[in-house]
């Protein structure tokens, strides 16, 4: 069982930046403007961060679109005490399909989800180490549905195989999901109703006819 608090670790990391007076660079992984709104927010204060686009799992493209277009515009409209930048990465989905299709028949949450942020989280973490960043990390632990051990053990492997600091986080912690919504409501932007891929839509469309034929 896995007891490690890694909103404390944030913290610690975050106190030692303060106590050094320096701005560190931090290639931030975003799946949507929603859950990045609290994580810019938090990390703004401390960080020049350049948000990282990079989602080939979202199905349809229409949808992939629509979420660049609302991370663009959270970015152009919200405060920040430090820099924050985008970079878009390819949208490629074959890569995603590559890795899901032999695991397409397992539910959401599994190991289907894992290799998809291991996907995701690796691209995050070389070009985090190509561009010369102090730390990368992802936004996605701020969402209940996801799995923050998972999410922190593969950065911190990723970590490791190209050598550039893992920001550990758990960003639901703190109030941070309550906060994104706080933020989505303040900023009117788009709430997907499923997490991105083909899988977990046909998973949303299938509980939304249960529930109404119930």
Known sequence: MNNRNYQKETDRIIDEIKSSGRTPRLFLHACCAPCASYVLEYLTEYFDITVFYFNPNIYPESEYNHRVDEIKRLIAEMPAKNRIDLVEGEYNPERFYEIAKPLENLKEGGERCFACYRLRLEETARLARDGGYDYFT??????????????????????????????????????????????????????????????SKSERERYEKEKQEQ
Request: positive net charge; contains cysteine; proline residues 3%.
């Open 138 to 199: 992802t936004t996605l632990s701020i969402s209940p549905m996801k799995n923050a051990h998972k999410l922190n053990e593969t950065g911190e492997e990723m970590a490791e195989k190209y050598g550039v600091v893992h920001l550990p986080s758990d960003f639901k912690k703190k109030g941070g999901y309550k906060r994104s919504i706080e933020l989505s409501a303040e900023y009117g932007l788009y709430r997907q109703n499923f997490c991105g891929c083909v899988y």
